[in-house]
C-alpha cells in the first residue's frame, strides 16, 4: 500500500527563517512520483514541484528547494529566508507511475510565517 | 496559460438534494480527477476518469456519486442524495500524459 507522512502538522517561524517541511512515505513500487502542492488560505491547490522515483538530484527554485533520498524514502522540502505569503498549508503527494496516477496525499503541513 | 475551471465555486444545498458540480479540464489532457478535502482534514482521492470510463474509485465514491464527460469538453460530479458529510471543497483535476495534474479552484459544497 502506498502512504505518505508529514509528521509535522504546524510550523510557525519567523520572517527570514528557513524552514523544512518533512515527507516521508511508502510504496511498493520501483517507479513512482513525489509531488509537492502549496493550499493557500484562499483554498486552492498550487503545484509545486514533481519529482520521478529514477531522479534523486536535489532541485532549488528560487528560496525553494527540495531533498529527495530514496534510502530513507524521505522528499523533504525547504524555504529558505521564508516570507509572509509562504504562509499556507503544503501537502506532499505520492503517486505511481502508469496510466491513473491518483494521488495520495499526506495530512499537510501548516506553514506560519511570522512578520 | 491553460488552466482547470471549476463552477461553482461555492454551493449551498439542502440534504437530500442531488448537487452536480462541473469542471472543464484543459482541453489536452486526457486523464481526470475528483478530489475532496473535508474543512480542516486532507485532501482524499473520490474517482479517476479516463477513455470515456471510470478508470479507480475509492470507498467514498459510493452509488450516491456518478461522473459524466457528456460533451467532451465539461467533467461533472453528482451526488444524487446529498448528506451533511458530504460537505467539503472539491477538486477537479486533469492531466496530460506525462504531465503532473493541474488543480482547479475547488467548489466548497455546503449540505444544510
Known amino acids: 500500500a502506498q502512504k505518505v507522512t508529514q509528521a509535522q502538522t504546524e510550523i510557525s517561524v519567523v520572517e527570514k527563517e528557513d524552514v523544512t517541511l518533512d515527507c516521508v512515505y511508502e510504496t511498493r513500487d520501483t517507479t513512482y512520483y513525489l509531488f509537492w502542492y502549496k493550499q493557500p488560505p484562499s483554498g486552492e491547490l498550487v503545484f509545486l514541484i514533481r519529482r520521478n522515483s529514477f531522479d534523486e538530484q536535489n532541485e532549488i527554485s528560487g528560496r525553494y528547494s527540495w531533498n529527495f533520498q530514496k534510502s530513507t524514502s524521505s522528499f523533504n522540502f525547504t524555504i529558505t529566508a521564508s516570507q509572509v505569503v509562504d504562509s499556507a498549508v503544503y501537502f506532499c503527494a505520492l503517486s505511481r507511475a502508469g496510466n491513473n496516477r491518483k494521488l495520495i496525499w499526506g495530512l499537510g503541513t501548516s506553514l506560519a510565517v511570522n512578520p | 496559460e491553460p488552466e482547470v475551471t471549476q463552477t461553482p465555486s461555492h454551493q449551498v444545498t439542502q440534504m437530500g438534494q442531488e448537487v452536480i458540480l462541473r469542471c472543464v479540464p484543459i482541453?489536452?489532457?486526457?486523464?481526470f480527477y475528483w478530489y475532496r478535502q473535508i474543512l480542516g482534514q486532507k485532501v482524499e482521492f473520490l474517482v479517476s476518469f479516463y477513455n470515456n470510463e471510470i478508470s479507480e474509485k475509492s470507498e467514498i465514491f459510493d452509488d450516491q456519486f456518478s461522473v459524466e464527460r457528456p460533451d467532451g469538453s465539461n467533467f461533472t460530479l453528482k451526488i444524487r442524495s446529498t448528506k451533511l458529510e458530504d460537505s467539503a471543497m472539491y477538486f477537479c483535476?486533469?492531466?496530460?500524459?506525462?504531465?503532473?495534474?493541474?488543480f482547479g479552484q475547488g467548489t466548497r459544497l455546503t449540505v444544510v
Open positions: 482541453s489536452n489532457h486526457l486523464y
Open positions: 483535476a486533469s492531466r496530460g500524459t506525462d504531465t503532473e495534474a493541474f
